[in-house]
């Protein structure tokens, strides 16, 4: 079946550090391809997608190409802030089945940004 | 923000009791779901619904049940709850789009 397998961390960096989140997937057909951050306390919101091959999903600096050769998408984001400690799940989207599309999720990763 | 409220926020049960948790939505989304999220799992999907009464299984629906009367409540029952259910628990909806968007979570500890 469909899954995917991302860093699950915890990751601890200084602010403005380079961030990499990697994230590769297995699945059949074309999925799209999702971002999530859970900040503490909170439900996941969606941070980024990219719904084919090459296009590229960006959002408050974050950047992730779809990579379909190597069935990766992976997160960067090229200064991070203390604001950004959070959760990162990664996630695809399976084609509609008994009626309804849904989201396989990476196990996630906590990221923690320092002063 | 996506208008999606969960209740009880918090709850505390005892093993064999049963539990109800309520998700309302006010965007008029077809779709919704019933996720858990327990560490080293990231988040599985319980249930979900395609519409009134229409409802279907997802990756760890035993033990749980839901219920769907009106386009914006979706309910998930644990007939008799287990330790093993302590958790947290999200629900989300979606227009069929493929982006979900989530509630704020109910943390559910059953002793």
């Known amino acids: 079946g469909n899954s995917v397998t991302q860093m699950e961390g915890p990751v601890t960096l200084s602010e403005e550090a380079f961030l990499t989140i990697n994230c590769t997937y297995t699945a059949t057909g074309y999925p799209s391809l999702f971002w999530y951050v859970q900040y503490p306390g909170e439900g996941l919101q969606l941070l980024l997608k990219a719904t084919k091959a090459d296009d590229k999903g960006s959002n408050k600096g974050f950047e992730a190409t779809y990579r379909k050769e190597t069935t990766s998408f992976h997160l960067e984001k090229g200064s991070v802030q203390v604001s950004d400690s959070a959760v990162y799940f990664c996630?695809?989207?399976?084609?509609?089945?008994?009626?309804?599309?849904?989201?396989?999720f990476g196990k996630g990763m906590k990221l923690t940004v320092n002063p | 923000d996506a208008g999606i409220t969960q209740s009880p926020r918090h709850k505390v049960t005892e093993t064999g009791t049963p539990v109800t948790l309520r998700c309302h939505q006010t965007e008029n989304h077809r779709y919704m779901y019933w996720y858990r999220q327990d560490p080293g799992h990231g988040l599985r999907l319980i249930h979900y619904s395609y519409g009134v009464k229409d409802t279907d299984k997802g990756e760890v629906s035993d033990g749980y049940s839901v219920s769907r009367s009106k386009t914006e409540d979706f309910l998930l029952t644990l007939e008799s709850a287990t330790s093993s259910q302590t958790s947290v628990y999200f629900c989300a909806i979606s227009s069929g789009r493929d982006e979900q968007y989530f509630g704020p979570g109910t943390r559910l500890t059953v002793t």
């Open positions: 996630a695809l989207s399976e084609p509609p089945q008994g009626g309804s599309e849904k989201l396989v």
